[in-house]
């Protein structure tokens, strides 16, 4: 059928065999809906017509995935924002993300990723409409997203599993205020609110009034916090002869279960320490942190714990909590109440005084994390205050632009036989308070970040 057309009815531009592609009686007619009579057609009308051969391909594949839209798929699915499968009743789910585009294509008892890989191995005929559904359906569901060497999407069960494992890793983000982020820069207000010696809110006065007087006027102060979205980025390539022997679904698992901790961990520490230039900003270098230097240098006692505790802001110590490094810890376990260099009191941070117990989760009530990624206390250490550290994270706006996503690609190192993996998100950190707090009495600032400073 496809000959005698080329043959006797050979469109000569592009606009006839528009004009013959958009009938779909004369295109059923030509074609029969089948896979084979396009690919037919194609190298024929290529023959007939070399000057708009590239366009007869191009044509026949939009045909082609329209007519799989419309059913012609047999049962692929043609929303990409229906609801939730069964099973994700009270999960993290997103309709619109984009791994939803690939829902329901693939069967749910098969690992997703060792899926979409298999497919990407086979070429054979009963694998052509589901690869073709898919090719659809994202690139109707993401448009520009789709990754260029070829990479397919994650569906939106994975991506909800790497975000609950990573909010479990993590440290700072499920205690800061979140916010998010509709486009690259975002600025949000702020209370320029630098002392309250003489007014609050950066210029709110309230005054005792006469009856009948005229009342005095006072106004706020406002600043903005910019947000710039950021990319972190985790990737690697495995050979092709490492997934065959292992299987896809052992490499699933291993990217569900250490992908998600390590972009936690990088997080956290770009939360921690964080220059803000081209990453976030890290609270250790918020210009609001306030420094509590030590009596002594790389040893912290109990007087520099209690300094600390009195400079964090009254109505930030609710919610604080203590970070430190594990050298810090340390030292904590021997704290004790001394008077002119003479100890007068067992270690205070212990279980009931006894070393038998687990070392205690709380300092002064607040509770206790310790990390690798906090400045160590050591004399080694001679530049960065806050191996031992109080703070209130709902004063450290974070902006999410996009949540994880994870693609993976046999495409982009073909040469090498090796499938490539990434994971990205794309976020930005800061504190919002700009400076410390001068409070009414004069005393000495408050501030929600309060670091020990034993470097000197």
Known sequence: MARHYVKNRNPSTPRELAQVLADPAAAAELFGGSPEAWTAFEAEYAEASPMVGRLAEEQAQLQLQAMLRNDGGRGVPRGVGGPAPAGRKGRI????????????????????????????????ETMQPLRAALHSRMSNAMGERIPSSGGFLVPENLRADLLELALEEAIIRPRCLAVPMDSLRVPFP??????????????????WTEESASLQQSAPAFGRVVLEARKLTAFTAVPNELLQDTGEAMLETWIRNSWPVAIAYFEDDAFINGTGT????????APAAIKVPTATAHAIVLADVISAYCRMLPQALKNAVWLMSPD??????????????????????????????????????????????????????????GALSLCNFSYY???????LQLAMSEDYLFANDMTAYRLIERADGRVWPQTALTPRNGGPTLSPFVLVDTTS
């Not at 294509?105 to 060792?114: I, K, M, R």
């Not at 702020?190 to 005054?207: K, L, M, N």
């Not at 081209?278 to 270098?285: D, K, R």
């Open 93 to 124: 789910y997103n309709k619109r993300a984009q791994g939803v585009a690939v829902e329901g294509v693939l069967p749910e008892t098969e690992y997703p990723l060792a899926q979409l890989a298999r497919m990407a191995h086979h070429r054979n």
């Open 190 to 207: 702020a209370i320029d609110d630098t002392s309250h010696a003489s007014s609050v809110y950066g210029g709110v006065q309230a005054f």
């Open 328 to 385: 810090t810890k340390q030292q904590l376990l021997s704290l004790a109440l001394t008077v002119s260099s003479t100890t007068v009191a067992p270690p205070v941070w212990l279980t009931g005084l006894q070393a038998i117990a687990e070392e205690p989760s709380t300092l002064f009530g607040k509770p206790v994390f310790v990390s690798e990624k906090m400045p160590s206390s050591t004399s080694s250490n001679t530049t960065t205050a």
């Open 278 to 285: 081209g990453e976030p900003q890290g609270f250790l270098n």
């Open 397 to 403: 706006l974070l902006g999410d632009r996009s949540a």
